[in-house]
């Protein structure tokens, strides 16, 4: 993956794991979805105003994930972001789990964007390029 447009910090908490202290798998989609949101609030694009200016949500239409080591009670992570495609109504985007330098998860979301009142592929309203 070439360098990230965007990391997020993340501090694992009890709530996030499982009775083992891992965290459960599932909340690395929650983790990669904050770390999309912040990404997009710092290109000045906030999810709400979208919708309410544009008509515009995403809905994520795909994901694909490798689950390569454990993360634990306390650790703190960084999710990165980075574009991987540009589409008219889709964006894909490639992100990485880190514990410091070890790679513990990485995903590739494909977000399509929707007219909130149909749910029918509409154009972004917004460029990223």
């Known amino acids: 993956m070439s360098s990230p447009d965007f990391a997020f910090p993340v501090r694992i ?4 794991t499982d009775a083992g202290g891992v965290v459960y798998h599932a909340n690395f989609l929650r983790f990669m979805e904050r770390a999309r949101t912040e ?18 949500l995403f809905a994520v ?4 994930i490798d689950y390569l080591k454990p ?10 972001v980075t574009i ?4 008219k109504a889709s964006l894909e985007i490639d992100h990485e ?15 399509a964007g929707l007219a909130a009142e149909s749910f ?3 154009a972004l309203p917004f460029t990223l390029e």
Do not use: H
């Open 71 to 80: 993360a634990y009670l306390n650790d703190s992570l960084s999710i990165q």
């Open 39 to 56: 990404w997009l609030r710092e290109l000045g694009y906030e999810l709400d105003k979208l919708e309410q200016e544009y008509g515009f």
């Open 84 to 87: 991987a495609r540009i589409g």
């Open 97 to 111: 789990v880190y514990r410091d330098k070890t790679l513990l998860c990485r995903a590739r979301i494909k977000l």
């Open 13 to 16: 908490y009890y709530e996030d």
């Open 61 to 64: 239409r795909s994901a694909n």
């Open 120 to 122: 029918r592929p509409m």
